[in-house]
């Protein structure tokens, strides 16, 4: 395989982008990810922080660190994996996350691997999703996109501007992907609007350094709270309806319990 440092975004040429490298690599390493070369664009993309902008290739370290950024999102970055993770991984890499699904992982042909059966809504799931499970129960795992989605943030690409809730999609039997960025297209800088509360809470299995069970970011303007959360859909999940819509799965019950009391907290904690 090539490792390839194109001189601009155009010489890309079907090579997948790598910033960090701590999702690409271990995908790689497990045969997760297959392609001919790899394209290092950290000369290509923005990092840092200026205001409301914060360029994609900014280190979640970075973001945890600094005052300019709203609260939901320092804190979402603060709890994300370790601190050598966060010193390497961008903002970019971590919104493209691949499932943490066990059985995506070990390559199980489920609906995700383009195969016809969801294993772990048949299987075990207590990971797994409370919303929108039907067709795959993959829970998203980055607390940086819920916070996101609360605080309405954008993206700007070498192709467009879209809302971070655009940059999902949920998997269907005709396109499996969770993602709506198209081969090429390179993430450049998100935009995060100012909240004036802001606050994110996560549920984990260990007390650091892990994925969230449930994450709960909250952003109020005026008298308009917003919330968004992780681990409870295959996408992050702007709560627009009510909590009471949520379908669980026999194992993932609990997790209800949980975003129920995160949800409240959050509310209270920036009213
Ligand atoms: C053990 C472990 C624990 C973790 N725990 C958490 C956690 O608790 N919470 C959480 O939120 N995250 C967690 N993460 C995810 C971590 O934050 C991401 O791996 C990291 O942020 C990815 O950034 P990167 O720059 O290394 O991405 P890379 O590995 O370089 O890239 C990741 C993907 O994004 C694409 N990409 C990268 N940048 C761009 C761009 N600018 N435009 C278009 N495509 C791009 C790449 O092609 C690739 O598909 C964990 C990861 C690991 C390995
Ligand atoms: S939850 Fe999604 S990723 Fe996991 S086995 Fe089911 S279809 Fe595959």
């Given at each position: 395989m090539e490792l390839l440092r194109p001189s601009?975004?155009?010489?890309?040429?079907?090579a997948t982008p790598i910033v960090g490298g701590t999702e690409v690599v271990p995908l790689l390493r497990e045969g997760l990810l297959a392609t001919d070369a790899l394209a290092d664009i950290r000369a290509l993309v923005p990092r840092g922080i200026d205001g409301a902008r914060v360029g994609a290739g900014t280190t979640l370290a970075e973001l945890e660190a600094d005052?300019?950024?709203p609260e939901a999102l320092r804190e979402a970055c603060r709890l994300a994996a370790s601190p050598q993770l966060r010193a390497m991984g961008s903002i970019g890499g971590n919104l493209l996350q691949a499932t943490r699904c066990w059985y995506w992982r070990l390559d199980y042909p489920c609906r995700l691997h383009d195969?016809?059966?969801?294993h772990a809504r048949e299987g075990?799931?207590?990971?797994?999703?409370?919303?929108?499970?039907?067709f795959c129960a993959s829970a998203h795992p980055s607390d940086v996109a819920a916070a996101l989605l609360a605080l309405g943030a954008t993206v700007r690409t070498n192709r467009r501007e879209l809302a971070v809730r655009e940059l999902y999609r949920l998997p269907s039997r005709d396109d499996r992907r969770t993602t709506t960025l198209e081969r090429g297209e390179v993430m450049l800088e998100l935009d995060v609007p100012p909240a004036d509360a802001s606050s994110y809470l996560k549920a984990m299995d260990r007390k650091r350094w892990s994925f969230p069970i449930v994450g709960v970011a909250a952003a109020r303007r005026g008298s308009v709270t917003t919330i968004a959360l992780a681990g409870v859909a295959p996408v992050p999940w702007?709560?627009?309806?009510?909590?009471?819509?949520a379908t669980p799965l026999p194992g993932t019950a609990y997790k209800l319990q949980i975003a129920r009391a995160l949800v409240e907290r959050a509310r209270s904690s920036v009213a």
């Amino acid at each position: 395989m090539e490792l390839l440092r194109p001189s601009s975004l155009e010489a890309l040429d079907g090579a997948t982008p790598i910033v960090g490298g701590t999702e690409v690599v271990p995908l790689l390493r497990e045969g997760l990810l297959a392609t001919d070369a790899l394209a290092d664009i950290r000369a290509l993309v923005p990092r840092g922080i200026d205001g409301a902008r914060v360029g994609a290739g900014t280190t979640l370290a970075e973001l945890e660190a600094d005052a300019q950024v709203p609260e939901a999102l320092r804190e979402a970055c603060r709890l994300a994996a370790s601190p050598q993770l966060r010193a390497m991984g961008s903002i970019g890499g971590n919104l493209l996350q691949a499932t943490r699904c066990w059985y995506w992982r070990l390559d199980y042909p489920c609906r995700l691997h383009d195969g016809d059966r969801c294993h772990a809504r048949e299987g075990e799931h207590r990971e797994h999703a409370i919303f929108a499970n039907d067709f795959c129960a993959s829970a998203h795992p980055s607390d940086v996109a819920a916070a996101l989605l609360a605080l309405g943030a954008t993206v700007r690409t070498n192709r467009r501007e879209l809302a971070v809730r655009e940059l999902y999609r949920l998997p269907s039997r005709d396109d499996r992907r969770t993602t709506t960025l198209e081969r090429g297209e390179v993430m450049l800088e998100l935009d995060v609007p100012p909240a004036d509360a802001s606050s994110y809470l996560k549920a984990m299995d260990r007390k650091r350094w892990s994925f969230p069970i449930v994450g709960v970011a909250a952003a109020r303007r005026g008298s308009v709270t917003t919330i968004a959360l992780a681990g409870v859909a295959p996408v992050p999940w702007l709560l627009d309806g009510s909590l009471d819509d949520a379908t669980p799965l026999p194992g993932t019950a609990y997790k209800l319990q949980i975003a129920r009391a995160l949800v409240e907290r959050a509310r209270s904690s920036v009213a």
